[in-house]
T-cell receptor, first 115, second 113 residues
Framework: GAVVSQHPSRVICKSGTSVKIECRSLDFQATTMFWYRQFPKQSLMLMATSNEGSKATYEQGVEKDKFLINHASLTLSTLTVTSAHPEDSSFYIC???????????FGEGSRLTVL | GEDVEQSLFLSVREGDSSVINCTYTDSSSTYLYWYKQEPGAGLQLLTYIFSNMDMKQDQRLTVLLNKKDKHLSLRIADTQTGDSAIYFCAETPSYSSASKIIFGSGTRLSIRP
């Protein structure tokens, strides 16, 4: 079956540094990928829609300069948390959309801890 | 706007069937999904159903869709300890082929011996 891989699964960084998280679709091409944030014991909050070859579409309230998204190829989207602060600590999950079946597959998630 | 609701907790005895319920508001939903999330992990797609279907069965999983009442359920037969997880119901509307997915709050399923 389809697999979506996220890397790294865990990252700890100092406040003020930037962190990049990768999301790869391993056995299918994904023109559309999504990035979510999940707070403890809560559901997923959609941050942005990543479209291959074009700018990402951000949800209301999500700072595009803070969370940089790059979808450079049909199998890779990256999320960079810039100038990270402790309040950015969270579980970030990506998903990739496989057409035409309409299936949405998720990565394993990346737990970011900002000290 | 779109909304998806689930009860937060469900406790069942090992070997019994679990039924997780979900209601949604968007009558134009195209796909309805069930995802499983184990502690500290991402989401695993369990199954999905097209809005023109009433039922879908896959091994121990049975999905029932009542479009009239906008009600979706996931039945897990012979529930095992490995089924302990949070189960998310989700839907996508029909106006875009890859539009954003709306999630419920998740139902935490716990298994008692």
């Amino acid at each position: 079956g389809a697999v979506v891989s996220q890397h790294p699964s865990r990252v700890i960084c100092k406040s003020g540094t930037s962190v990049k998280i990768e999301c790869r679709s391993l056995d299918f091409q994904a023109t559309t990928m999504f990035w979510y944030r999940q707070f403890p014991k809560q559901s997923l909050m959609l941050m942005a829609t990543s479209n291959e070859g074009s700018k990402a579409t951000y949800e209301q309230g999500v700072e595009k300069d803070k969370f940089l998204i790059n979808h450079a190829s049909l199998t890779l989207s990256t999320l960079t948390v810039t100038s990270a602060h402790p309040e950015d600590s969270s579980f970030y999950i990506c998903s990739a959309y496989r057409e035409p079946a309409g299936e949405l597959f998720f990565g394993e998630g990346s737990r970011l801890t900002v000290l | 706007g779109e909304d998806v609701e689930q009860s937060l907790f469900l406790s069942v005895r090992e070997g019994d069937s679990s039924v997780i319920n979900c209601t949604y508001t968007d009558s134009s939903s195209t796909y309805l999904y069930w995802y499983k999330q184990e502690p500290g992990a991402g989401l695993q797609l369990l199954t999905y159903i097209f809005s023109n279907m009433d039922m879908k069965q896959d091994q121990r999983l049975t999905v029932l869709l009542n479009k009239k009442d906008k009600h979706l359920s996931l039945r897990i037969a012979d529930t095992q300890t490995g089924d302990s997880a949070i189960y998310f119901c989700a839907e996508t509307p029909s106006y875009s082929s890859a539009s954003k997915i709306i999630f419920g709050s998740g139902t935490r399923l716990s298994i008692r011996p």
